[in-house]
């Protein structure tokens, strides 16, 4: 596509619940990264793929995150019985080949509120 | 956890005057990008300066780079309403595209 698409663009659940936020990065781009953002805060970085190489997960912050990327294309982050404090906006970002130096390309964001 | 510090946290200035944002960082980095946000959603990078360069220029943008200080600053000169915005820095330290940023700027430029 035309730039990095995530949906959905804003989700509201219930406490305990499970979400799943999905991103479609920019065709051909080989490296695809999750951070988030609480609110009037800098981006807190999350996992990073990079074509067929194992994941970096290093900065989930419990084991209810997961995230995987199928085809090496399309990203699913996954957060299971959801916190308030998880509330947050989950921002996608793709790159063309996540060597040193390239620039991001991000989508919109999820905006996910957890009541 | 957050690579970079940005300096001021909020700067509001009028029409026409320059701004001054800077950015400090905790290690050695391979590059450092400066990213816009509008409104809290998609970041748009603006400029990548790269740890062997001093200074970069693109349109209204001027970037420093000191390294031995491990900080960086963006100077946006005659800015514009539509600059009002928030803006990171942003580090990688050489290994791979995986960025690590700072706690930004909100900018407010009014008329």
């Known amino acids: 596509g035309a730039g990095v698409s995530q949906s959905p663009s804003n989700k509201v659940t219930e406490k305990g619940k499970d979400v799943e936020l999905r991103c479609d990065p920019i065709s051909g781009h080989t490296a695809l990264y999750w951070y988030r953002q609480s609110l009037g805060q800098g981006l807190e970085f999350l996992i990073y793929?990079?074509?067929?190489?194992?994941?970096?997960k290093s900065g989930l912050p419990s084991d209810r995150f997961s995230a995987e990327r199928t085809g090496g294309s399309v990203s699913t982050l996954t957060i299971q019985r959801t916190q308030q404090e998880d509330s947050a906006v989950y921002l996608c970002?793709?790159?063309?080949?996540?060597?040193?130096?390239?620039?991001?390309?991000f989508g919109s964001g999820t905006q996910l509120s957890v009541l | 956890s957050q690579q970079g510090e940005e300096d001021p946290q909020a700067l509001s200035i009028q029409e026409g005057e320059n701004a001054t944002m800077n950015c400090s960082y905790k290690t050695s980095i391979n590059n450092l990008q400066w990213y816009r946000q509008n409104s809290g959603r998609g970041l748009v990078h603006l400029i990548l300066i790269r740890s062997n360069e001093r200074e970069k220029h693109s349109g209204r943008l001027r970037v420093t780079l000191d390294t031995s200080k491990k900080s960086s600053s963006l100077l946006i000169t005659a800015s514009r309403a539509a600059d009002t915005a928030s803006y990171f820095c942003a580090t990688d330290t050489g290994t791979a595209s995986k960025l690590t940023f700072g706690t930004g700027t909100r900018l407010q430029v009014t008329l």
């Open positions: 970002a793709s790159s063309l080949g996540g060597a040193s130096g390239e620039k991001l390309f």
């Open positions: 793929f990079q074509g067929n190489s194992a994941p970096d």
